[in-house]
């Protein structure tokens, strides 16, 4: 997982806020038949799977949208699958901190059908994590949100 | 036009000339042009006003000690309005670190003033701090400035990284409306540059370039836009002619 700059966090969200999550996987290219969905497990072990649909304004583009708790921790990958539901092509799993979008590059090749797909069962974090390392069993006290906000 | 930021990470690429002398070309066609430093060290302010002081500026505004429309000024020579910086933005960074909404002060700070304006530009500091931050979400796009060089790659790819990161860490997606080639001597090497930014980084370069000319220097000197200092000088008609190119 990257570093993370606290330039590029959004001071209006504390971690585990619910924010939308744009996915978007670039440089795709499906056959006919064939659907791409992403994989997701979160901070919870939850695993999370959902379509993504192209998108008209740039080829070979594929978007979905997902709802995730702020700077946690989640583990996705991409999966292309044909009509009748079987698996042809999984990504890297990747690891990053939810936030506002997760954008991938990836273009399949034959190597990718050795790679396993990630479930709920795969080796995760179970607690989440945050720039500041709070993590967030149960909502903030007063104390804690003073604190933070340096009051 | 809408709000458009002047950026490049790399510093000396005339970012703060062409925001000047762009804002000067765009009103002497007739715009309402509205400039912002943002810069601590306060070149624009200086380049129109020399050692002027200011009561209140962008500073007051951020912090919220002062209105922005009372805190912009006219200047006659360059016919915009301006929002003066001052060295006191250099410790912006710690004074909001943890002010809630801190990346979004300028945006919503612009917000009752927008409309006055055909374009507002914002000449930003080369350093990545909270106001370069506050700069881009204030704007719809932002224009990169570069000398034909090598290290002006590196400029780019900081630029597009902190695009990126903006758009996945605070969900805003700020577009480059393209590049500026400044200070430019070879055209074989601007031909390569050109060449590269567009195979790398998929981004328009606009075709007028501006040269290195001492014009733009003297003006800086006169506290004159180059249009009006030596308008017959190569760089007066570059910047002429890539204003309305930056316009269309």
Request: aromatic share 8%; charged share 25%; with cysteine.
């Amino acid at each position: 997982m990257t570093k993370n700059n606290p330039l590029f966090v959004d001071s209006t969200k504390l971690p585990g806020d619910l924010v939308p999550c744009h996915v978007e996987l670039l440089k795709v290219c499906l056959r006919d038949g064939e659907s791409v969905s992403i994989h997701l497990v979160n901070h919870e072990g939850r695993l999370i799977q959902k379509p993504l649909q192209a998108q008209e304004m740039e080829e070979g583009c594929y978007e979905a949208r997902l709802h995730l708790n702020h700077q946690t921790q989640v583990y996705y990958q991409f999966v292309i699958e044909d009509e009748n539901n079987n698996i042809l092509f999984k990504s890297q799993v990747y690891c990053e901190r939810a936030q506002y979008a997760l954008t991938e590059q990836w273009e399949p090749s034959e190597e990718d059908q050795k790679l396993p797909v990630i479930d709920s069962n795969s080796p995760v974090s179970t607690k989440p994590t945050s720039p500041s390392g709070w993590q967030r069993e149960r909502p903030p006290s007063y104390r804690e949100l003073m604190e933070k906000w340096g009051f | 036009m809408a709000v458009v930021s002047i950026i490049n990470q790399k510093g000396g690429v005339a970012k703060t000339t062409t925001a000047l002398n762009v804002a000067a070309s765009w009103a002497e066609q007739g715009k309402k042009v509205l400039l912002i430093d943002l810069d601590p060290q306060s070149s624009a302010t200086k380049a129109i006003f020399s050692d002027r002081e200011f009561e209140k500026t962008i500073f007051d505004v951020v912090i919220g000690q002062a209105d922005i429309q009372d805190v912009i000024v006219h200047s006659e020579e360059f016919n915009i309005d301006v929002i003066p910086a001052e060295i006191m933005l250099s410790g912006i960074d710690m004074q909001l670190a943890a002010h809630f909404g801190r990346e979004q002060i300028l945006r919503k700070k612009l917000e009752p003033i927008h409309r006055k304006y055909d374009a507002i530009l914002i000449d930003c500091s080369p350093s990545l701090g909270l106001m370069t931050i506050n700069a881009l979400l204030a704007s719809k796009d932002i224009i990169i400035p570069i000398c034909p060089e090598y290290f002006s790659m590196k400029g780019i790819e900081l630029i597009l990284a902190t695009l990126r990161n903006i758009r996945s860490g605070l969900g805003y997606k700020i577009g480059v409306r393209g590049v500026v080639i400044t200070r430019f001597r070879d055209r074989r090497v601007v031909n390569e540059v050109i060449q590269q930014v567009k195979e790398r980084y998929d981004l328009k370069v606009y075709r007028n370039f501006i040269p290195d000319n001492i014009a733009v220097e003297e003006a800086h000197h006169h506290h004159l836009p180059v249009l009006k200092h030596a308008p017959r000088s190569r760089a007066a008609k570059a910047y002429k002619q890539l204003s309305k190119e930056l316009w269309g």
